[in-house]
């Protein structure tokens, strides 16, 4: 703005023209981006665009006056805005996202004068006044960006329009002369209003037609005529009158209006309470609807319309929680907005302190009854605006309401007969407290807040039950508790209760009762999420959310000594060796324990701060029977010890009876995953210690022999011994290595019993399956791992000797892996599958071995097994030892079992990633077979699919689309249709990798014809492959024109489905997909062919044919719309007009246009209907 100012002034005409140029194609390439069908993001963008625009090169009020004459020498977007662009912001408004609506409205409001949008509103407030007396919230919301549009326009006006539309929507219903005596109630008494006041009592009239209706038959009244779409309306009209500033003319008006408002409010969430409120909302039916249910004849059911109503538990329960979240958002907005009267009582005050009391009490009802959560939320919302206000409030009667409300509450708890039942996690009751609480000014230093922790503390401490029996208001309290500490405003005030939340936690947590073990447990969770912060990273343990010692006891000082105490307490029957007893609250306080670790500040001077009376403690728990204790206590020894003193606690671990013959197995296991948890910490940085400790473990091998009949134990044992082998030549040196080799030649058994237990194919129970994983994972990473030494040779014979093979060291690897895979546990070929995954063997080695995959990949069931070995094939299916019959046998299998329902997801990404990569080694003509992986590629792709697998459909498409083109007219015509629409709807993925790989092999196929390879964008590429098909099939017409066809049946232009009152839309929704344009292309394709005609002539009798099934389809969806539709007429002189209720229809007759457009080239028959549809199209 300010360069083209300077080319005025400067007198720059040619420079300025440029300049005026480029915004006139500015802001038409942002109106030419809202036509019907575009993205979400096209849409906002374009708005966002032309607001930027108006707000500098159109007059406001923040201009001066000689700013403004220059823009308006320059360009004013209110001066270029045509007929076409105000019905496309219209259209605009119907979006379903809010952020469009508003934009949309907001430029409509500055750049189109009143005069031209009165022209406008008796069709658009027909339209709606219609769609928010439907159940469809979207289009609910839109009628309420209409009115409130409206409503700054000419509200006088508006106000006839609706009282109008009242009366002929009363005379489509039954009793109507009940109805219009709530048409022509009058809300105002003898006051003086405005023209706002008149549009909001005619929306509060129609408000008691639809509660009229509700009161006699709610069932059939949440699919009919919900309440909640005019709730909404007043509520967002509201919003654009200043309650604060009502000239003083209307005060008396407005306090009736709101009064009445209140009023009605309060019968609505009356209404719908025993639905809310029921013990289970979702499939509740009121004694009242199924009474209704049972009076109605089967011979009037069509006549009601109840036949496809869609009237159901669900609908019921959507429509009543609907209504109280209006309800709850509209009286929180009219107390936060309106002024008391007890405030100013002379002057000025819009709603009196009975009416906020009243909403006050409403509110506690349904935060303390409802069920539902959606409910329960909403009246949150509305209570959290009404305790702001009522702290805030200079009336001492109002300012004290909060703080009696929160300590009414905490007295019924302590009442023997509580009238609070337990519901799952309390219901609204936490909301209730939480939204007093957490608007409390800091003014009052958080006096309540105090008084209020301190009383849920004793409660939820005091109150557990000792036998059975539940006692309510210890739950509630725990459940409160829980909610308060979550909350993120009242995160500094509650740092002080911490330690308190943890000792009532750790008590609950051994209660006797489930309902308060379950309670105190959601709080022990919460209390580490606010202590530790919000877990980062998937890892349970990762360094992100721990906390020094000394850092923690500072903050919660009387912790260290309570955790001592109950640690003691709860080891104490460990150490004992009464096993049998079992502590609850002992695994909660090792996992707080693995969060801290040794302060490097801290030299252990103030024992109040120091982990290491803990680690005595903690020892105890290796003895535990509890396999989930001994994990944990493994994890909180980690952490408790510094790193200077790992090498100590090792040496005490072997010393604590480590190896000797008779001890207790759990003892023993315990004592295993702690001295694991400590190598694996020790060894990257201190090997020597992790070397001798291996050689003291070579020691006791006997643990890892058939003599030890404990599986788990022994299990242990070799995984410690594996996970060694596989870490030592990557950290130690080389002449370390001499040391390690003779260690492990002194104890050669120990390898040769683990071989002999893997040829073993006896019993296979779980624990027995873990040994055999374990030996598994030990003799690959000793085979793999070992240096070329003197005592390789004795490990190789030791093996060979076992598994009857040559004495080279790759035929014992070769013969080892093919008895594992050959192995009858399952679980077996799944470990050392994993572990050539990860640790690949010699490339003429694993060749050697394919063979044996693929009749893994014939055979096998289990989905974790076939996955490993499809993902091995993909870099060794390139082999010539395999018949082409076997791989095309295993190709047809991996076709075949994709169809299987319940498939897992990585097994079927695994299987198309490998039915790929054979395909394009293995050219095949067989076009079943073609046609069969063309569909399975159309089965696994959709918006309702994973990411992951989208883009390895999108990868096996890119590698197999040369077989499927290559020798396209010997294959069957589906394959290659199918080959292009799935071409095509990966173009239009939402995922950016999925539309970048298509892309990609859309390039390298125009670089075919062109000759050079430039990589194109996603959205250039949609053009290419239009030319692309025309280029492949220059000499097959007949299959150029079916493709086409078939997109534009696809497209969903032939037919139309609507007019169901479907709640809930299943599974996601591209946002960047848009029909429209591929549709426009494929338009542009049909009528070069019709122009310009080669080939096979006899080809354009199926777009004849093409062309009736759309005229008929046509002639029904223009049936449809105008069923669906309104037909009012604007008045006596002006025609009518037809409303269509969705934005979506304008989109499906935009498609239609298109292509009704290229049809009656060849077609002279679809031209009336065109016409039609270019009426239908103007009135949109």
Known sequence: RECSIALIKKSNHKDLQVFKDFLTGYFNTSFAS?????????????????????????????????????????????????????KQLLLCIQDSYVTNKVLASDLLTNLVSREVLVEYMYNLTALA?????????????????????????????????????????????????????????????????????????ELINFLQIQLSLAQDNLLHASVESPVYGVLEVIRISLETIELSNVPDDFVAGWRELLGCLIKISTSVAKLVTPVVCNSSPEGCLPDLAINALKQINVADIDVLGWANSGANAQSLVVCCWHCLKEVSLLLGDIVERAPLVSVEPQSYGLITVEQVLNIGDLFTYHLMEAKHMGAFEMAYAGFHKLCGVLWASTSPLLKQKPQEWAQKLLDSFK????????????????????????????????????????????????????????QPSCVHALNILRALFRESRLGDHVMSYVAGGFKTALFGISSDVWAVRNSSTLLFSALMTRVFGVKRLSDEHCQENKMTSKQFFTKFPSLHSFLLKELNLATSPLEADRFDVLQPSLFPMLLLLSRLYPSTLDDGGDPNMSLQPFVNLVLRCAKSSVWKIREAASRALLMLLSQTELTKSINLLYSSGLGIRGARQNHTHGLFLMLYALLLEMFPTDWKTGLNTICLLLKISWIGKQINRCPVTRGTYLQILGTFFDQFHLFAPNDSSQQFHHSVADKLELFCDSLELLTN???????????????????????????????????????????????????????????????????????????????????????????????????????????????LLIDYHKTDNISKDHILKLMQNILKMN????????????????????????????????????????????????????????????????ILLQHSSHHNDDVVIGFWLLLIELLQDYDVDCRSE???????????????????????????????????????LYLYIKVILQYLETAHVMNFTGGKNILFIEGPINDYKEEAIPVQLACNSLKSIINNPIGDLAALEDLKAFSRTVFTNTLSFIKHVEESSTML????????????????????VHKMLLVLDVLQLIDKCVTPVLLKLKVLITSL
Not at 52 to 80: E, M
Not at 135 to 163: H, P, T
Not at 919 to 948: A, C, F, I, R
Request: proline residues 3%; neutral net charge; glycine residues 4%.
């Open 34 to 86: 809202l036509f019907p069908g575009s993205s979400y993001q096209r849409r906002q963008f374009a708005l966002q665009c032309l607001t930027l625009q108006a707000s500098l090169f159109d007059y406001h009020a923040g201009q001066s006056v000689d700013i403004g004459k220059w823009i308006a020498n320059i360009f004013t977007c209110s001066s270029a805005l045509t007929t076409t662009h105000i």
């Open 129 to 201: 006044h219609t769609m928010m007396g439907g159940a469809k919230a979207a289009e609910c919301s839109s009628s309420a960006y209409y009115m409130r549009l409206f409503m700054n326009v000419d509200s006088g006006k508006l106000s006839s329009v609706i009282r109008e539309l009242n009366l002929k929507w009363i005379d489509k219903l039954k009793h109507t002369e009940k109805l219009k005596s709530h048409s022509t109630h009058q809300v105002f008494s003898n006051n003086e209003i405005s023209h706002e006041l008149t549009v909001l009592a």
């Open 415 to 470: 009442m023997q007969d509580s009238e609070h039942r337990v519901t799952r996690r309390s219901a609204g009751v936490p909301y209730y407290l939480l939204a007093i609480l957490s608007t409390e000014p800091d003014l009052t230093g958080r006096s309540c807040l105090k008084a209020v922790m301190n009383t849920l503390l004793h409660i939820a401490c005091n109150d557990q039950p000792d036998s059975d029996s539940l």
């Open 761 to 871: 194919t006896g019993h296979s129970t779980f624990l027995h399956t873990r040994l055999l994983v374990a030996g598994c994972c030990y003799c690959y990473l000793v085979l793999t791992c070992t240096n070329p030494s003197v005592c390789d040779q004795e490990v190789i014979s030791a093996a060979a000797s076992l598994l009857v093979c040559d004495h080279s060291h790759d035929n014992v690897i070769v013969c080892f892996v093919s008895t594992c895979l050959q192995h009858s546990v399952y679980e077996v070929k799944q470990c050392v599958l994993t572990e050539m995954k990860r640790k690949p063997l010699s490339n003429s080695n694993m060749l050697t071995l394919v063979p044996i995959f693929y009749d893994i990949g014939l055979s096998a069931t289990n989905p974790e097994l076939l996955t490993l070995v499809y993902e």
């Open 899 to 962: 169809h299987f329902p319940n498939m897992r997801m990585c097994l079927k990404e695994a299987s198309i990633n490998l039915a790929s990569h054979i395909l394009s080694s293995h050219v095949t003509d067989n076009s079943q077979m073609l046609l069969q992986w063309v569909e399975l590629l159309k089965d696994s792709y959709g918006p309702s699919q994973p990411e992951s697998l989208r883009r390895v459909v999108a990868s096996a498409l890119g590698r197999s689309w040369r």
């Open 998 to 1036: 298509a892309a990609r092999y859309v390039s390298h196929m125009m670089s075919d014809f062109q000759g050079h390879y430039e990589n194109m964008h996603p959205q250039y590429c949609l053009e290419v492959v239009f030319t692309l098909v025309k280029q492949h099939h220059r000499e097959t």
């Open 1129 to 1148: 007429p604007h008045s006596s002189h002006e025609s009518s007009m037809m409303l269509p209720r969705s934005s979506h229809i304008a989109g499906s």
